[in-house]
């Protein structure tokens, strides 16, 4: 096992990160367990894959996060540390994105932006998340971790599986996933997504452009802009999406049009993803009237 200590700028809320995570884990393949999350994890190395489980602990007094790796990862351990980061986002400038914010981030200035560890999983999540509640996905993805998800060791007994790779999911029918629950379009966009980032039609870790992701996205059927937005943000660390169109993000700003709301959110560039997760989570804002 190796054994890590990485930094982060303060401030940091972690009791708002670990609620997150902890409401949306996996069961079988990650879990929140009081200060440490930890979970399973299958890398390529080389032409290998490589499985085995990572674990990690807040250590606010010190502002940083002890990493702990297990030995079968540890070939490709800078690796592990880069899906980390981008997880807890802790290469996030929060006195700057503060000050972009203004007032919207006054009740949370350590706010960050949950990532993911595998791009994959979590288009799939936010597939599997269309229209349904949070719990309601994370019983999903446990169905089809459950069935489909390969078999791991680990020290931990909550960690039983890998999240199925692209390649399992594609070689699944519509009745297949109909059998778990999911709805027969959402069954069928999460296997031609499947299949197109098995075959490398749909290079989800090779995105250096989010416009062009969110467009490669869009063109899958199934996939509208607010899915295709919300892996933007949580996959690929867009710091200046804005979902105007979310229903939750609508509420915030009563009588106002699409448009209207969307001209408003000009003055939160370049942050406005994390002006979504403000306006997501915070009951008490109020956009200034004219």
Partial sequence: MTTLFLTYQPPYDWQWMTAFLGARALQGVEQQD???????????????????????RPLPERNGVELEVSASLSPVTENIVARVRRLLDLDAQPTLIAEGLGGLADNAPGLRLPGCVNRFELTVRAILGQLV????????????????????????????HLFPSAAAIGQLTVDDLRGIGVQAKRAACLINIAQAVDEGRLPLDDITDVQDGIKQLQAMPGIGNWTASYVAMRAWSAPDIFLGGDYLIKQRFPGMTPAKIARYAEVWKPWRTYATLHLWFNNEWQPDTP
Avoid at 145 to 156: A, C, I, N, S
């Fill in 133 to 160: 509640s949070v719990k309601m996905a994370a019983t999903l993805a446990t169905r089809l971790t459950e069935k489909w998800g390969e078999p791991v060791r680990t020290p931990f007994a909550a960690l039983t």
């Fill in 34 to 56: 009081g200060e440490y999350y930890q979970r399973t994890l299958a890398v390529m190395h080389h032409g290998e894959r490589l499985t085995g489980w990572l674990r990690l």
